[in-house]
């Protein structure tokens, strides 16, 4: 399994932020999801993975998709309601609505 660098440019050149494990990957999708930053990981050959843009600007992974040869994540936000839109080159194209469980007291 070949990891996808993250790269940060630093005036002269790239410096490696952090290594992403991939399998297959076609997609590398930044996306914005009712106000948070995401990451989608289309991975071929093993689950697909959805980032978050944690505060030090690093992924940490939030889910795992199960959607066979992903090509294309968008997201769509419709009022208060938030959508992820994945293509996939083998399936149906799936819709995720995004749901957010408080779990305070």
């Not at 630093?10 to 991939?22: K, Y």
């Not at 839109?85 to 007291?105: C, M, N």
């Amino acid at each position: 399994m070949a990891p996808w660098q993250v790269l940060r440019w630093e005036g002269s050149m790239f410096r490696e932020l952090q290594r992403v494990p991939a399998r297959g990957s076609l997609v590398f999708q930044p996306l914005s999801l009712g106000g948070r930053r995401l990451v989608a990981l289309g991975n071929d050959l093993a689950p697909s993975t959805l980032y978050r843009v944690g505060a030090e600007g690093l992924l940490e992974a939030a889910q795992e998709l199960l959607l066979p040869a992903p090509r294309a994540f968008a997201a769509l936000d419709l009022g208060h309601r938030h959508f992820l839109v994945a293509s996939s080159l083998q399936g149906a194209t799936l819709i995720y609505r995004q749901v957010t469980v408080d779990l305070g007291t």
